[in-house]
């Protein structure tokens, strides 16, 4: 039976700039790589890949009311969210990253929030009428309303799975209620812990950090071209990548959580909903953009009967 999943995070477009190095100040660099737009939003990639993949997903987030604000509704009208609440905001722009990527794969970023900064707990309190079989967090919107829709799932026994990342808003995750999943990326893992989580002694080293900060069955690291590490406190499991020509990794980790979210709900089991958001997350790197990287559950069925880790 399909699950219905309320989505609460950040809508926005990305800026991608691709250039050999950064300019000093005063200086100007010509590039001859073409810039993009890539749409998503950490919480709008979620909702696509989800719906993609089979699930109901409903978005509660908030958008500017210009052409960045349009567009993106336009993707997630397109890709079949449930957007009864998601709101407009004539009187600000939609959010806005810009990522300046240079040849030595050295990233920058700057982040607008924009109509996301604006997005209230009183909006994820009215999106809990969808009445959904699960909750699925990212910490792109202020923190007091991530914790209420958190609040309000743990008072009706709906798990939780969070997707942590960068977050300009730094996070108080001891302050949250348990969660079922808790997915951080290496970056924000070794902000939490002072530990990169690369192999697999630095992966145990920082899960085990984390579990004495942040309260969740599971614990599954995104560690980029390595694939996924869970730990629950008792056992450890290394989810191996699978080697992929890469084209663009933008939402990679946002699709990953997401597609892992769908099979975990699907099956119970930990270890297959890791392998099968390793699946997903190789076939959007292979692809150019953000939420449109996303696949499907067919997609991604027929990428695990095809090849092996």
Same mark, same amino acid.
């Given at each position: 039976?399909?699950? +219905?999943?309320?989505?609460?995070?950040?809508?926005?477009?990305?800026?991608?700039?691709?250039?050999?190095?950064? *300019?000093?100040?005063?200086?100007?660099?010509?590039?001859?790589?073409?810039?993009?737009?890539?749409?998503?939003?950490?919480?709008?990639?979620? #909702?696509?890949?989800?719906?993609?993949?089979?699930?109901?997903?409903?978005?509660?987030?908030?958008?500017?009311?210009?052409?960045?604000?349009?567009?993106?509704? +336009?993707?997630?009208?397109?890709?079949?969210?449930?957007?009864?609440?998601?709101?407009?905001?004539?009187?600000?722009?939609?959010?806005?990253?810009?990522?300046?990527?240079?040849?030595?794969?050295?990233?920058?970023?700057?982040?607008?929030?924009?109509? $996301?900064?604006?997005?209230? *707990?009183?909006?994820?309190?009215?999106?809990?009428?969808?009445?959904?079989? #699960?909750?699925?967090?990212?910490?792109?919107?202020?923190?007091?309303?991530?914790?209420?829709?958190?609040?309000?799932?743990?008072?009706?026994?709906?798990?939780?799975?969070? $997707?942590?990342?960068?977050?300009?808003?730094?996070?108080?995750?001891? +302050?949250?209620?348990?969660?079922?999943?808790?997915?951080?990326?290496?970056?924000?893992?070794?902000?939490?812990?002072?530990?990169?989580?690369?192999?697999?002694?630095?992966?145990?080293?920082?899960?085990?950090?984390?579990?004495?900060?942040?309260?969740?069955?599971?614990?599954?690291?995104?560690?980029?071209?390595?694939?996924?590490?869970?730990?629950?406190?008792?056992?450890?499991?290394?989810?191996?990548?699978?080697?992929?020509?890469?084209?663009?990794?933008?939402?990679?980790?946002?699709? %990953?959580?997401?597609?892992?979210?769908?099979?975990?709900?699907?099956?119970?089991?930990?270890?297959?909903?890791?392998?099968?958001?390793?699946?997903?997350?190789?076939?959007?790197?292979?692809?150019?953009?953000?939420?449109?990287?996303?696949?499907?559950?067919?997609?991604?069925?027929? %990428?695990?009967?095809?090849? +092996?880790?």
């Amino acid at each position: 039976m399909k699950k +219905k999943i309320l989505v609460v995070g950040s809508v926005g477009m990305t800026l991608l700039l691709l250039t050999h190095r950064v *300019p000093e100040a005063g200086e100007w660099v010509t590039e001859s790589d073409p810039y993009g737009y890539l749409a998503g939003g950490r919480g709008g990639t979620a #909702a696509v890949a989800l719906t993609r993949l089979g699930a109901d997903a409903v978005l509660s987030a908030r958008l500017g009311g210009d052409t960045n604000g349009n567009r993106l509704l +336009k993707l997630l009208e397109e890709s079949g969210v449930d957007r009864r609440f998601l709101h407009m905001d004539g009187t600000q722009n939609s959010g806005l990253s810009v990522v300046l990527r240079e040849a030595s794969g050295t990233t920058r970023t700057i982040c607008y929030p924009g109509a $996301n900064a604006g997005h209230s *707990p009183r909006a994820v309190e009215e999106a809990f009428a969808c009445e959904p079989d #699960a909750l699925y967090v990212e910490f792109g919107v202020p923190f007091e309303t991530v914790s209420a829709a958190m609040n309000i799932a743990t008072e009706r026994g709906i798990p939780i799975i969070a $997707n942590a990342a960068s977050s300009i808003y730094n996070p108080d995750y001891a +302050k949250l209620p348990p969660m079922e999943i808790f997915s951080p990326d290496a970056e924000e893992a070794e902000r939490l812990t002072g530990t990169r989580p690369a192999g697999t002694a630095s992966c145990l080293t920082a899960a085990h950090e984390i579990s004495k900060l942040v309260r969740a069955r599971y614990y599954v690291l995104k560690i980029g071209d390595r694939g996924s590490y869970v730990y629950d406190g008792k056992f450890c499991h290394l989810a191996s990548a699978y080697n992929i020509r890469v084209k663009d990794t933008t939402g990679a980790g946002d699709i %990953f959580t997401a597609a892992m979210t769908c099979s975990y709900l699907e099956c119970g089991d930990i270890r297959t909903a890791c392998a099968y958001g390793n699946a997903a997350a190789a076939i959007a790197i292979a692809r150019v953009g953000a939420a449109v990287a996303a696949p499907t559950d067919a997609e991604v069925r027929e %990428f695990l009967a095809t090849h +092996k880790v």
